[in-house]
């Protein structure tokens, strides 16, 4: 069935990058708007950013907006977020997501941001 596993997650110092990758299986990729959310603890779930099943459209949340980048590779069914001028705020867990016919979700990447 669907399966999303995300990987590239770590320790970053504040105003450095990281590259978040989510390999997708399980349904037809292509076919599908991908999704990276993020959840700090104590905080509500936040929407990150958004991609079209083509790649065209971009949407992103306007705390990330200008250092956050979404992208996909549909040859490979892998979603990607570079994440550039990371700020200590940007830490949490970073899940991907899939909406079918249900809601479907990686296990999640830590992403820390720490002088």
């Known amino acids: 069935q669907v399966r999303l596993v995300e990987s590239g997650g770590g320790l970053a110092q504040p105003g450095g990058s990281l590259r978040l990758s989510c390999a997708a299986s399980?349904?037809?990729?292509?076919?599908?708007?991908m999704n990276w959310y993020r959840q700090a603890p104590g905080k509500e779930r936040e929407l990150v950013a958004v991609?079209?099943?083509?790649?065209?459209?971009?949407n992103y949340a306007d705390s990330v907006k200008g250092r956050f980048t979404i992208s996909r590779d549909n040859a490979r069914n892998t979603v990607y977020l570079q994440m550039n001028t990371l700020k200590p705020e940007d830490t949490a867990v970073y899940y991907c997501?899939?909406?079918?016919?249900?809601?479907?979700w990686g296990q999640g990447t830590q992403v820390t941001v720490s002088s």
């Open positions: 991609i079209s099943s083509g790649g065209s459209t971009l």
């Open positions: 399980g349904f037809t990729f292509s076919s599908y708007a």
């Open positions: 997501n899939v909406r079918r016919r249900a809601d479907y």
